[in-house]
């Protein structure tokens, strides 16, 4: 069966959307690039909000359509795509936040979500006001970490306007990618899509006021670090990496990436995640098995501060597994680190605004 554009309109012209009842043509929701390549169909469908609850019931629906009304063998490709009218200016956004911070690192596996998970409990548990977005917006860590995985953030009607509501643990405001799509499923997703999707995060929230917003970054540099710096003015960048020296090769090019004429962001320091190993029934002995001091060898020479030196200790895994940061422990050894972390990036922070004002 050859298959034609207005094949594809007729059959989605059967689905009704659940919130108005008008089919999806009906109410606009039918994007203009339907494309064919023989049996395979591929669309977007627009819905208003993120965090819409019929999303994933309307591209069943669709699907089921696509294969009732016109082939079984038909195979379809439905991206999702959301819109929001009246968005603030860029300029506009988080106008209550005193301090906004990447958290970056130049490759995964190197800890990242963990030192922003913890770093923002540390801050809360100093009596900040806190926030921390998930930006790594195909691999979000976060719910998992915070231990609410299966929340569902709800809106709230705010000034006449719809807006998501953070979900609030351990005093840190959060809201994830995680929160919206089946913690299954991978999150398959262009670039500009993906972007969008952190401009809804940031500006169709309600985050309040708040001393420090942290926004944990995909690793590596890509589209979400420009959408972001476009989008938002930031206070400065924390780079993590393990002392390796493969790690730090990127973690230089992060540094290059913040601090280069198209994103100048100033990189407040680095934090050397994993730098040595202590066992639990051992606590005075290190052990250097990705290394010894190879970000405080990369900060002296790029004259960049060294924050904060993590060790890997058994319980910080597990820690994060369970959804309790260890940073709610400010005694242990790991805690007791990101305690000193946030003193130093405040302090750094400090300083920064005191050179601007110089």
Known sequence: MTLYPKLIIEALGKVRYPGSGKSLVEAGMLEDNIRIDGNR?????????????????????????????????????????????ARPKPEKFLLDVKNIIAV?????GVGKSTVAANLAVSLAGRGYKVGLLDADIFGPSQPKMFDVEDTRPCSEKINGKDLIVPV????????????????????????????NALKQLIADAAWGALDFFLIDLPPGTSDIHLTLVQTLVLTGAVVVSTPQQVALADARKGISMFTGEKVNVPVLGLVENMAWFTPAELPE??????????????????????????????SICESGDSGMPVALNPDSITGFAFMRLAENVVERIKCEKDKKIS
């Open 41 to 85: 169909v591929s669309f977007s469908l627009v819905f208003e909000r993120l965090n819409d609850p019929f999303i994933k019931s309307v591209v069943k629906a669709a699907e089921a359509a696509i294969k009732t009304y016109i082939s079984s063998e038909t195979e379809t490709d439905i991206s999702v795509k959301t819109i929001h009218v």
């Open 104 to 108: 970056a690192s130049g490759k995964g």
């Open 168 to 195: 609030e643990k351990y005093g840190v405001k959060l809201l994830s990618i995680g929160f919206f799509v089946n913690k299954e499923d991978a999150v398959l997703w262009r670039g500009a899509m993906a972007s």
């Open 285 to 314: 002995n290190k052990y250097y098995i990705f290394g010894k001091e190879g970000c405080r060898k990369l900060s002296e020479e790029l004259g960049i501060p060294l924050l904060g030196q993590i060790p890997v200790i058994q």
